[in-house]
Structure formats: C-alpha cells, structure tokens
C-alpha cells in the first residue's frame, strides 16, 4: 500500500524543520558550557525547559483539535512560530535568554505535534507503523543533514563563538522552506473526520499502564544533550561533535521504516520493550566510555520507541488528539525533571554516580515493561481460548 501523498508532503515539512533544528542542537550544549561558560546544571535547566514547553503544551493543542475539529491551523502555527524563533538565538548572551527561546521554538512545536501526528493517523490508511516510520525517517534524515551543516561550517570556519552564532541565523532559510511546503502541499484532515466527537475517556484509560511505564523510563534516561557533553568530556572536538549527532540521525533514518513494517507485524508493545532494552545499553556503554556505540544505541532507543508509542495510539486511541497530548505531556513532565535531577547529580557528584543512578533506574523500569507486556498477553492468550 503506498504512503499518502499528505503524509509525503508533511515528511519533507519535517525534513526541513529538523534540519534547521540540528544545525543548533548538535552544538547547543557545547555554546552554553563553553562559549556562555555555565556550568553542565545550567544545561540542565535549558533542556528542562525547553523539554517541558514542547511536551506539557501539546495536551492542551490536542484537546482543542478534538473539541474544536480544528487540525492543519495549529499545524501551520507551530511549524511558523519554530522558524521564526530559532535565529534569534545568535543574540543571545547567557542562558536565560537560550532557555527563553528555545522554549518558545519548542512551543511551536507543542502547538503543532499532537495536531500533526493527528493528520499523519488521518492519512495512513490502516497502515500507520509505516506512515509514522516515512515521516520519522525524513525527521531524521534532515536532522542528520543540518548536523553535518554544522560540522563542515566549524571545520572549515572555526569552532568559535561567532561561527556558532552565525549557525544559529542561517536556520532561518530551512525553516521558511518548510513551512510553505505546510501551507501549499499538504490538505487539512478530510472534513468528516474534523466534526467533533464526544470525549470517553473509559475507551483509553487502557493506554496508561504502558505510557506510564515508558514516561518512568524517560525520567532515568539521559537527553542526547548530556550524551554530547560526554563526548567532549572524553576528547572528541567540538568540530566533530555534530558527526555524533549525524551517525545518530543515520542509524534512525535507516531503521525508522522497517522498524514501522515491524510495529505492524510484531505489535507495538514488543518493539518497546526492545526500545528500552536499547536505552539501558546506550546508558551503559556511555559510562564505559564507548561514546560512539552509545550515540547508536540511544538513536535505536529514540525512533524504535517513538515509532512504537506513536503508531501504538494511532491504532488503539478512541480519542487521538487527546491520547496525543497526554503522551507528549507526560512525556515533557518526566523528561524535564530527569533532565534537571541528571544534570544536579553530574554537577554535584560527577558524572559516573550520574550514569549509576541512570543506569539502576532505567533498568527497574524495564523489568517492570516485561511483566507488564507478558501479563498482558497470557490475559488475552487465556480470552482466546475461552
């Protein structure tokens, strides 16, 4: 069954997007620690921050796109507050000022996700692991494009402050690009699908078992932010910093497709439980040290378990804008916090009482992932052969 052309349009929306996006966060961590010169704690807020508004706003636009029937408006919304919004980091002075805007570029994309991946589910045609995994494959692949748009300018310009700044402008042009390719080549959802339903919320209280699960999993889990900072910590140039967030986007833009043939042949709480199982690897091998199989590792973790969640409510959610929003708010609360207790232990007590902490956390929550899931199937297993 081919993809929607809809979901192809909003693939390369994506693809733009993130590669503007790429261009600042693959040296984020790098222009706050030593060209701002904060300590790693102050990195933690940012992400916290930043993590928080994107995710915790995202209820809110998902409800409203349910009650009002209302979904390509806030897609266009978000995806222009985002390009209007990262440039003006190339003034900013101390990390307030980045905390500040990176939390309004992440609220356009708190306005526009849950309204998206609503769109996306309106599209795919019964075969959502595959239309999710297209669009995270072109996520990804502009992610991978934007971190190599950062190495060649530091290699061949400098690894300065005002090379990093200029990054910071130039995001501008790949964000305009995306959102005229939003504005005139993807159709709003059709318009049967946009009349407003009636709220139940006994149909999805369901999901909560296994989102709850995975939001514990986030809290332990280090942001690719840290994982960055590992890198630099263990000699690796900042020049060559950006190629570790490229070697990520590759991995994810090679796997994302079959791993969404795969959500729809295997299901999606077995491809999570594999994600996680990627998670605790990548967490170990970067307290070993092995900073590039971790930056694999973690790439895995992040578009296996999107793919899952992602595909996973689109299939089982009765209310899916909602059911979208809870997950990207739960998924902001536990992250943000993880990020601010991660980054206080790092600073306060380094970095390997850090991974300890991670590393026993991540791997509890696991644990509890696979009763949960093999619960789950003796209970239907037993249905069957009632």
Do not use: C
Request: charged share 15%.
């Amino acid at each position: 069954m081919k993809i929607d052309r809809n979901v192809i349009a909003l693939g390369w929306v994506s693809f733009f997007t993130d590669m503007a996006s790429a261009m600042i966060t693959s040296i984020l961590p790098i222009f706050i620690v030593y060209s701002l010169h904060e300590g790693v704690d102050k990195l933690g807020f940012v992400v916290a921050i930043a993590t928080f508004v994107s995710y915790a706003f995202r209820i809110l636009f998902g409800i409203l796109s349910d009650r009002l029937g209302v979904v390509k408006p806030f897609v266009v919304a978000g995806y222009i507050l985002s390009a209007l919004s990262k440039p003006l980091l190339s003034v900013a002075t101390n990390w307030q000022q980045v905390a500040g805007l990176r939390a309004l570029e992440r609220m356009g994309k708190a306005i526009r996700s849950a309204t998206k991946d609503s769109l996306i589910s309106r599209y795919s045609q019964g075969r959502s692991g595959r239309s999710f995994g297209f669009q995270k494959m072109m996520d990804v692949a502009g992610e991978m494009l934007g971190a190599l748009i950062a190495f060649g300018t530091l290699y061949l310009l400098g690894q300065n402050d005002e090379v990093m700044r200029r990054l910071f402008a130039w995001t501008l042009l790949p964000g305009l690009t995306a959102v005229a390719i939003v504005i005139f080549a993807v159709k709003d959802a059709p318009r049967q699908a946009r009349q407003k339903e009636a709220f139940d919320w006994r149909a999805d209280r369901k999901m909560l078992p296994m989102l709850g699960l995975y939001f514990l999993f986030l809290l332990f889990l280090f942001s690719d932010s840290f994982f960055l900072l590992k890198a630099k910590e263990a000699g690796i140039g900042i020049a060559f910093l950006p190629l570790l967030a490229a070697l990520s986007s590759l991995i994810q833009a090679l796997s994302s497709y079959t791993l969404g043939i795969w959500i729809d042949r295997w299901s999606a709480p077995r491809i999570l439980l594999g994600a996680m199982g990627f998670g605790v690897a990548a967490t170990a091998a970067l307290g070993a040290g092995w900073i590039v199989v971790s930056f694999i590792l973690l790439a895995l973790f992040t578009v296996a378990s999107l793919n899952a969640l992602r595909a996973w409510i689109s299939e089982t959610a009765y209310n899916k804008g909602t059911v979208y929003g809870i997950f990207y708010a739960g998924t902001a609360l536990f992250a943000s916090l993880g990020a601010m207790i991660m980054g206080w232990l790092w600073q306060h007590y380094g970095v390997e009482w850090a991974v300890g902490v991670s590393l026993t956390g991540l791997l509890l929550v696991w644990g509890a992932t696979l009763v949960w899931i093999w619960r789950k199937s003796r209970n239907i297993r037993n249905q069957k052969g009632e």
